[in-house]
């Protein structure tokens, strides 16, 4: 069999780091952070232990990441729906209730991405929350910010300050109290954005996240052979590792360290095939 090419080769890498962000949604807002393993996120987007390990150094980072690209991508869909607006003040609106709405509609998710953000690593830069950060950075400005750099981490802090309360166990704040202080401090009249007695896009009961995620199945244009989607490989290639190696399932790549998956736990380390010397210590896996 022909090998496939260098383009076919990149974007099975890149829809096989899709598959895993996805996953890391789909699953933590279904059973909480504590409750998912990197082995669970792994089988889900049909990936073998090891390539979750050469994308993210840990379960931490790859929640974060796969959490900011719901809220980016979120926000990007209620900014560009239609109608299309320049409005500054109805695209404030529409940012505000998205967000906002996160924090309705998948209140377990959100939660446990909250309090990642009070642990000890704290919040993670990526590329992901980098996107948002320019999301709400324009918004700031359309809105008519003369001092976009200081009104943007406010807008950011007052969100993130809304998402917590709104989700505080035993004492939450109903998510239309916290949208009229919102509409009241950036001006914005309350029949903008999408009122809480309207059911915009991607609201209550949307559980496909599909549309967020590039997972679809690609075909090698030199050999005509289609790629399997849950598992990025072609019919007679059991695991793709991220160089377009065929590797064991439970390797981990950045570390040379065999893993279980049953557990996450590391095995006995195996020996470096890039020093040929046993690495020094198995990657962090807790939650």
């Given at each position: 069999?022909?090998?496939?090419?260098?383009?076919?080769?990149?974007e099975?890498?890149?829809?096989?780091?899709?598959r895993?962000?996805?996953?890391?949604?789909?699953?933590?807002?279904?059973?909480g952070?504590?409750?998912?393993?990197?082995?669970?996120?792994?089988?889900?987007?049909?990936?073998?232990?090891?390539?979750?390990?050469y994308y993210?150094?840990g379960?931490?980072?790859l929640?974060?990441?796969?959490?900011?690209?719901?809220m980016?991508?979120?926000?990007?869909?209620?900014?560009?729906?239609?109608?299309?607006?320049?409005?500054?003040?109805?695209?404030?609106?529409?940012?505000i209730?998205?967000i906002?709405?996160l924090?309705?509609?998948?209140?377990?998710?959100?939660?446990?991405?909250?309090?990642?953000?009070l642990?000890?690593?704290?919040?993670?830069?990526?590329?992901?929350?980098?996107?948002?950060?320019?999301?709400?950075?324009?918004?700031?400005a359309r809105?008519?910010?003369?001092?976009?750099?200081?009104?943007y981490?406010m807008?950011?802090?007052?969100?993130?300050?809304?998402?917590?309360a709104?989700?505080v166990?035993?004492?939450?704040m109903?998510?239309p109290?916290?949208?009229?202080?919102?509409f009241?401090?950036?001006?914005l009249?309350?029949?903008l954005?999408?009122?809480?007695?309207?059911?915009?896009?991607?609201?209550?009961?949307?559980?496909?996240?599909?549309?967020?995620?590039?997972t679809?199945?690609?075909t090698d244009?030199?050999?005509?052979t289609?790629?399997?989607?849950?598992?990025?490989?072609?019919?007679?290639?059991?695991?793709?590792?991220?160089?377009?190696?065929?590797?064991?399932?439970?390797?981990?790549?950045?570390?040379?360290?065999l893993?279980?998956?049953?557990?996450?736990s590391p095995?006995?380390?195996?020996?470096?095939?890039?020093?040929g010397?046993?690495?020094?210590?198995?990657?962090?896996?807790?939650?």
């Amino acid at each position: 069999m022909s090998p496939r090419s260098a383009s076919v080769n990149e974007e099975l890498r890149r829809r096989s780091k899709e598959r895993l962000l996805q996953a890391a949604v789909e699953l933590v807002g279904e059973r909480g952070f504590e409750a998912t393993t990197l082995g669970d996120i792994a089988d889900r987007a049909g990936s073998a232990r090891g390539l979750v390990s050469y994308y993210f150094p840990g379960k931490r980072q790859l929640v974060q990441s796969a959490v900011h690209r719901l809220m980016h991508r979120t926000l990007e869909e209620a900014l560009e729906r239609e109608p299309r607006t320049e409005d500054g003040r109805e695209r404030m609106a529409r940012a505000i209730d998205a967000i906002l709405g996160l924090a309705r509609d998948r209140p377990v998710l959100m939660r446990q991405h909250m309090a990642g953000l009070l642990q000890a690593e704290g919040f993670v830069p990526c590329p992901e929350q980098r996107r948002l950060a320019e999301l709400l950075r324009d918004t700031v400005a359309r809105h008519g910010s003369r001092d976009v750099d200081s009104d943007y981490p406010m807008l950011r802090a007052l969100l993130m300050g809304a998402v917590y309360a709104a989700l505080v166990p035993g004492v939450p704040m109903p998510v239309p109290v916290l949208r009229a202080e919102l509409f009241k401090r950036y001006r914005l009249d309350w029949e903008l954005g999408v009122p809480p007695d309207t059911e915009g896009p991607g609201g209550r009961g949307d559980t496909d996240l599909s549309r967020f995620f590039a997972t679809g199945t690609p075909t090698d244009q030199a050999t005509g052979t289609p790629t399997d989607q849950a598992t990025g490989t072609s019919a007679d290639q059991e695991t793709e590792h991220p160089t377009g190696t065929p590797t064991a399932p439970a390797t981990d790549y950045a570390t040379g360290t065999l893993t279980d998956r049953a557990t996450d736990s590391p095995t006995d380390p195996t020996t470096d095939h890039a020093t040929g010397t046993a690495p020094g210590r198995a990657p962090e896996v807790q939650p």
